[in-house]
């Protein structure tokens, strides 16, 4: 066993609870903007937007236990491969729906479907990521290791942010471009991060 994990392992498994934690805070950064785009009701808009964070959570703790059994039976490889590639779909499910004014009630459902994927794809890739840092990392650098999961769930929520706050300030004067445009920017930015994800986890070898 080599006494350090290649980067591009390391970055290949790290991508997936990155991109989670990316979209989780950009999410509800425009929640405000989601809720004006998908649900009618002025005075519920908001409060929908985060309804639909909720059942991803609630997603995510049967992902969580069904990608964790494929992981023990199939391998960490595929189960990453699943779960980052869920991932991947919700973000640019919820990017292309178009808004309520446009397929009316299909929208909300559309967002509260992409949404619990995303949170059954989010549950199944912790486990099967943390297993395989962890028994790929040499025994004595087993901790140090694990810990980059942390730190790049840390520096993804940074980035989302920081996104945020620019397109924020970009669109400041158009708060229709913001509606319609502006946030829809900040998902694809993280969801085009996926193609790449899967072709580091291709080269994967399996623990």
């Known amino acids: 066993m080599s006494d350090r994990v290649p980067f591009k392992h390391v970055a290949a498994v790290s991508v997936g609870n990155a991109l989670a934690f990316y979209d989780f805070l950009a999410y509800i950064a ?8 998908f649900f009618p009701d002025p005075h519920t808009s ?12 609630v997603a995510r703790p049967v992902g969580a236990y069904v990608m964790g059994r494929v992981a023990d039976k199939v391998g960490r490889k595929p189960a990453m491969m699943i779960s980052l590639t869920m991932i991947g779909v919700a973000i640019l499910g919820v990017v292309l729906t178009p808004p309520f004014r446009v397929i009316g009630w299909a929208a909300p459902i559309l967002i509260g479907f992409f949404r619990i994927v995303l949170g059954f794809g989010v549950g199944g890739e912790v486990g099967p990521s943390t297993a395989y840092m962890l028994e790929a990392a ?10 980059l999961q942390a730190m790049t769930q840390d520096i993804a929520s940074f980035l989302s942010a920081g996104v945020g706050f620019l397109i924020a300030l970009l669109l400041n004067n158009n708060a229709q471009a913001l509606d319609d445009w502006g946030w829809r920017v900040a998902l694809l930015l993280g969801a ?3 193609p790449f994800g899967l072709w580091l986890r291709h080269s994967l070898p399996e623990t």
């Open 46 to 57: 908001l409060l929908m937007a985060y309804v639909t964070t909720f059942a991803g959570f």
């Open 30 to 37: 425009f929640a405000v903007q989601i809720g004006h785009t």
């Open 192 to 194: 085009s991060i996926v």
């Open 138 to 147: 040499p025994p004595e650098k087993r901790g140090y290791y694990t810990s």
